[in-house]
């Protein structure tokens, strides 16, 4: 059985500001540094170590990676990947999020809208979608293409996995992105509008399919703070 530790990018200047940031690469803080490394050393704690690594190839994903590898003190390499990335918000990226979500579904305040579910991360997807449609081409991806870009780069992934002997695998992605996909495979996410910056969602992989054991846990970050 294969298991994949889908986590999401440690904290970045975007996340702070509460921009926009899909595609845009906003760099890891102090913080989502800080937090890489103690999950790093939470998963050694535990006794966690992996036979391979992949990540988004947009730089927060990729420096959480291996900060993540260097504290637990895995010398393994990083396999990049573009359908690991988040979602594309076309010429929304790097506007503060309150003012994307005036402009594509007249809501004033993003995150509130999120959190008492006036609106779902798909209602975004497919409004920044739309708005994009006087872009040429439109960059911007609906829901379901998120959905379905992440779930063929999950699944290729673990048959790798599975054709390889590997039993852990650390999977570095994006917030929105996992989440949407977790909907996809008709997971409850019992109303989050996010996932915490350096959690960490399990995924086994059996007989051609995820099943979720562990969603947004904070336990091996905290084990890696406890440690220091």
Known sequence: MTTLYLVRHGQTEFNVQKRVQGMADSTLTP???????ALGQG???????????FASDLT?????????????????????????R???????????????????????NFHDALANQEITLAQTADAAFTA??????????????VQERLNRTLRAIAVEAVAKDWERVLVV???????MWLNYVHYNIDGREMLDN?????????????TVTDFNDL???HAGQAAN
């Open 173 to 179: 992605s994006h917030g929105t992105a996992a989440l």
């Open 132 to 145: 994009n449609m006087d872009q040429h081409p439109n960059k911007a991806e609906t829901n379901r293409m």
């Open 86 to 108: 988040e979602e594309n918000y076309g010429k929304f990226e790097g506007q503060l999020a309150n003012d994307f979500s005036l402009a594509t579904m007249g809501i004033a």
């Open 43 to 53: 998963f050694k704690t535990k006794n966690i170590h992996f036979d391979a690594a």
């Open 219 to 221: 336990s091996f970050l």
């Open 198 to 210: 350096a959690s960490v969602t399990k995924l086994m992989w059996e007989n051609d399919r995820f």
């Open 31 to 37: 913080k989502g540094i800080a937090d890489a490394k």
């Open 60 to 84: 927060r994903a990729v420096d959480t990676a291996h900060f993540v590898l260097s504290g637990l003190d895995e010398p393994i390499p990083v396999t990049t990947l573009m359908g690991l």
